[in-house]
């Protein structure tokens, strides 16, 4: 499900107040309910639709409702997408339904739920978030006209610099079927860019509609399809090449598409991968990165041509001088390997016995014409 986050407009909102449960309280705690919406101005919808998108963006990810967890939240939510109930008598009893949720010693803090609308659609936005305190300064002129400072405590500020939006979720009617609802979710609180359990399982219903080793694999797959179809220079295919490995091995645990595509290709080739990615099921937003299913991928680099040579290198040797690659600006392109050559022998697996173990170590395979160099059009 894809969406411009930057499309989010904030019709209304509400705000409860959501306790801290702990094992001394001899009586339940409660929800401290907000009985009307809150009055918002201009600049305060702008402010709020610009931090919710901000954090939506860059820590979001897909999830979708899971009838074995048996969370009441989905149905609420339906029934307020459809129109069967109003955003104060909804947001009542998804406040209650996070208290339930939360377990002991959660931190509290304001639970704001909003009508919003994204692309269009109407949408439900819920927002765990803390409430600041601070002071503000105005500069003055006293009845004296000497110049100062009205210096003022306030106990109940929102969205400062400091203040921290814990966890967010929204789920739109257009992500919303007879028999399946999609949406996002995102929890600051946590490392590694994780949801919660309880939040994402006990309070939502959800599990991650991506399987983040799923999505890595897909990633790259893309991502080298999309260079040897649509990229015919051999030098911009190898830098292309080698940018999706260095992305994919980095310690960064997420990666971020939208990121990759601004900052390692070129202006006239950005917007034919977004579109490869979005045709290969790639989400544009920022996803988990898991790299077990790909790591075999990442350690060595293969070239082939269409006459049948085709080299297998460690990456660290396209670095220096051993390797050139060389494009003959007529469909072809010239590879010069420069070394020792260490071993020369038959290529191939045999039927009845595997490779030996110092043939798969090998750091480089070549297979090269009489010449010492592949000087061939590349294969696709």
């Given amino acids: 499900m894809r969406t411009d986050f930057g499309n989010l407009i904030v019709d209304e909102a509400i705000v409860h107040s959501i306790p801290r449960k ?5 009586v339940p705690v409660k929800v401290q309910f907000s009985e009307a919406v809150c009055s ?29 967890l048996k969370s009441p939240l989905p149905e609420q939510i339906r029934a307020f997408l459809v129109g069967e109930q109003g955003l104060v008598e909804a947001s009542k009893e998804i406040a209650e339904l996070l208290l339930a949720s939360q377990p002991i010693n959660s931190s509290d803090g304001l639970l704001l739920v909003a009508s919003v609308r994204l692309d269009g659609a109407k949408s439900l936005l819920m927002v765990k978030l803390e409430q600041e305190s601070g002071m503000q300064a105005t500069e ?11 210096v003022r405590y306030f106990a109940n500020l929102l969205f400062t610099e400091a203040s921290r939006v814990y966890k967010i979720a929204l789920f739109s009617a257009s992500g919303m079927s007879e028999d399946v609802m999609e949406g996002w979710a995102a929890d600051k609180q946590m490392t590694g860019k994780t949801l919660a359990k309880f939040f994402r399982e006990k309070f939502l219903g959800c599990r991650l509609k991506n399987e983040p080793r799923q999505l890595t694999l897909r990633f790259h797959d893309a991502a080298v399809n999309w260079i040897n179809s649509r ?41 034919s991968f977004a579109e490869y990615l979005r045709d290969n099921d790639v989400p544009e937003q920022t996803f988990d990165k898991d790299t077990e299913l790909v790591e075999p991928k990442l350690r060595k680099m293969r070239m082939a041509f269409d006459n049948g040579a085709f080299l297998i290198t460690p990456l660290d040797a396209l670095h220096g001088d051993s390797i050139k690659v060389v494009d003959l600006n007529d469909g072809r392109t010239r590879l010069t390997v420069t070394g020792v050559m260490t071993e020369t ?36």
């Fill in 22 to 26: 702990t094992k001394t309280d001899l």
């Fill in 140 to 150: 003055i002129v006293t009845d004296d006209g000497l110049r100062t400072f009205d």
């Fill in 345 to 380: 022998r038959s290529f191939g697996q045999g039927r009845g016995k595997a490779r030996s173990r110092s043939a798969q170590q090998d750091d480089t395979t070549a297979v090269l014409d009489p010449d010492g160099h592949a000087d061939a059009v590349d294969r696709p």
């Fill in 231 to 271: 990229i015919s220079d051999a030098d911009t295919r190898i830098s292309y090449l080698m940018a999706v490995l260095v992305e994919l091995q980095s310690p960064t645990p997420v990666l971020d598409p939208d990121a990759f595509i601004r900052t390692r290709l070129q202006q006239p080739h950005r917007e």
């Fill in 40 to 68: 918002l101005n201009g600049a305060v919808r702008s402010e709020l639709e610009l931090k919710f998108s901000d954090v939506l963006v860059n820590l979001g990810r897909e999830v979708v409702v899971d009838a074995e």
